[in-house]
């Protein structure tokens, strides 16, 4: 079945190191997404990752991805106030066409 | 080149009212999915539609309706609106037919009262 679960909270000081973790239940995922929402804005694609790659990184982001534990997360390098935002990671599946299904989302507050 | 667009951005009704919901994709994009984003359920996917055809549905009941145009404009329509379909409606636009980069519109917030 489909189920994609991610913390709901995360606090981090400027500068910091960011990690969003991200766990799926379906093993015949295609592709795994990042996305990004603020406040009353749509969702902002920032990465994502074709299932049968371990790691991707593009300039501060870095996602890793670990199949045997179903496991996705997204590094996000020197934090900055303007990362504060909901982070979604979502799934497509093999047959499921541009079918998304996404996690409960993770608030990423940075602080000064 | 011009993202995803969807009119209207708000938008009040009332219990009982129909509404329809317009998302243009962007330019070449041949796939538009809807989702509903609420507090309570999160992010859901409604319905997608993939050179006029739908391709995929959620589990919505059959008040959510939708189609899709020859040029790839895509509409929503919601029948009887009960309070609880008060959410934001997002529509993604893709190219491909399958799993691919997908670009969010910035939503219509739906208020029904």
């Known amino acids: 079945g489909e189920d994609v679960e991610q913390s709901l909270f995360l606090s981090v000081r400027e500068g910091d190191s960011s990690v969003i973790n991200c766990t799926y239940t379906d093993s015949s995922s295609t592709y795994l997404y990042w996305y990004k929402q603020e406040p009353g804005a749509g969702l902002q694609l920032l990465t994502y990752i074709f299932s049968n790659m371990d790691m991707k990184q593009d300039q501060r982001l870095t996602v890793l991805l670990n199949k045997k534990d179903k496991h996705l997360s997204l590094r996000i390098a020197d934090t900055q106030t303007g990362d504060s935002a909901i982070y979604f990671c979502?799934?497509?599946?093999?047959?499921?066409?541009?079918?998304?299904?996404f996690g409960t989302g993770t608030q990423l507050k940075v602080e000064l | 080149k011009a993202g995803v667009t969807q009119t209207p951005r708000y938008l009040i009704k009332t219990r009982g009212q129909q509404v329809t919901l317009s998302c243009s994709p962007i330019s070449g994009h041949r796939s538009v999915s809807w989702y509903q984003q609420t507090p309570g359920q999160g992010l859901q996917f409604l319905f997608e539609y993939f050179s006029e055809t739908q391709r995929n549905k959620g589990n919505f009941p059959g008040r959510f309706s939708g189609r899709q145009f020859s040029n790839s404009r895509s509409e929503m329509n919601v029948s009887t609106l009960e309070l609880g379909d008060s959410a934001l409606y997002l529509c993604?636009?893709?190219?491909?037919?399958?799993?691919?980069?997908?670009?969010f519109g910035p939503g219509t917030r739906l208020t029904v009262t």
């Open positions: 993604a636009s893709s190219s491909g037919g399958g799993a691919s980069e997908q670009y």
């Open positions: 979502a799934e497509s599946m093999a047959g499921g066409g541009n079918k998304l299904t």
